[in-house]
């Protein structure tokens, strides 16, 4: 039997599904039963009827799937996958800030540890996260970890006044100007489409900004046949899927961690059961804020 035929032999024994977010190698998105962004996993996960969720991604995505669904056996095929900037704010700050400013919304977005989340007012997602900014009553809010995307949000939601915890992702963030510029001068019919997680000075250059689903959407509708992507490139391979006439020019470098999971790390996952996800003491406090995302969104 193939790597692939073994998981899905696997799959159907344990009553599995694969869920995979765009920036993991091909071969694990070929073996998986939904890819997409964050908020569209987060759904998936909410809502599936499967006893065991694969989630091939980083940490905090197997974290959120067993916040969402405690009952459920989650599997991360490398648990030490991790984002970075899910770490990037502190419980003392956030604590501090919420006693200081009064009308005060604590927004998370979802690339995070349960503990930030815990101490949420609602999650958010790249997709969704200027919908829920501006339905939110509290007129002062304080947007963390990643303060890229919170610009962004304050941006597109002038009326509220943006608190950050200065954390970024250190892949969408080191692309330079200079980077961009070059790129638009090697492909000058190209559009340019970034995500919110990159720095404000790249996104002023963009005729898009949003989501992986989002910036996979506007090129598929888009007449354009050409297109800078200021994303991780992983990104690629559903783009070639969904437009295969189009061209599509990496601009953004590679998330290393999202890279490590495999299909033997996947098949392994499910042979041994090893990688579940075990229940932590904040989760319960974090599950409302990420509810409350699935509602709003
Ligand atoms: P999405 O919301 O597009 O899935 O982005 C997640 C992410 O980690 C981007 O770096
Ligand atoms: Fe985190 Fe950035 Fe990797 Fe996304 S690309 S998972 S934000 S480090």
Redesign the pocket.
């Known amino acids: 039997m193939s790597l692939v035929e073994e998981i899905a032999a696997l799959k159907e024994k344990q009553n599995a599904i694969i869920l995979a977010?765009?920036?993991v190698p091909e071969e694990v998105q070929k073996v998986a039963d939904h890819i997409g962004?964050?908020?569209y996993l987060a759904k998936v996960a909410a809502g599936t009827n499967a006893q065991t969720i694969v989630f091939c991604g980083v940490h905090f995505m197997g974290e959120g799937a067993k916040i969402l669904c405690p009952e459920k056996r989650v599997l991360l095929p490398v648990p030490s996958a991790d984002?970075p900037m899910a770490h990037m704010a502190s419980a003392e700050k956030i604590k501090e800030l919420k006693e200081k400013i009064s009308d005060l919304a604590v927004v998370c977005y979802i690339?995070s540890t349960a503990a930030l989340k815990s101490l949420a007012d609602v999650c958010v997602?790249?997709?969704n996260a200027v919908k829920i900014v501006r339905s939110l009553p509290e007129k002062n809010i304080l947007f963390i970890p990643d303060e890229n995307l919170g610009s962004f949000v304050a941006a597109a939601v002038p009326e509220k006044k943006f608190y950050y915890s200065g954390g970024y992702?250190p892949?969408?963030a080191a692309v330079k100007v200079q980077d961009v510029i070059a790129a638009k001068k090697a492909h000058p019919d190209a559009l340019l489409l970034t995500?919110p997680?990159c720095k404000k000075e790249v996104c002023e250059l963009s005729d898009y900004i949003g989501?992986?689903?989002g910036i996979i959407s506007f090129a598929e509708k888009s007449d354009k046949k050409s297109f800078l992507v200021c994303?991780?490139p992983g990104v690629l391979s559903e783009l070639y899927v969904r437009c295969p006439d189009k061209e599509f020019y990496p601009v953004t470098g590679i998330?290393e961690d999202m890279k490590m999971i495999t299909l033997e790390r996947v098949l392994n996952a499910l042979k041994t059961g090893e990688g579940e996800v075990p229940v932590e003491k904040w989760f319960e406090k974090a599950r409302r804020p990420l509810e409350r995302m699935l509602e709003l969104g």
């Open positions: 977010h765009y920036y962004d964050s908020f984002c690339n997602t790249s997709s992702c892949v969408h995500h997680e989501s992986t689903a994303t991780e998330c």
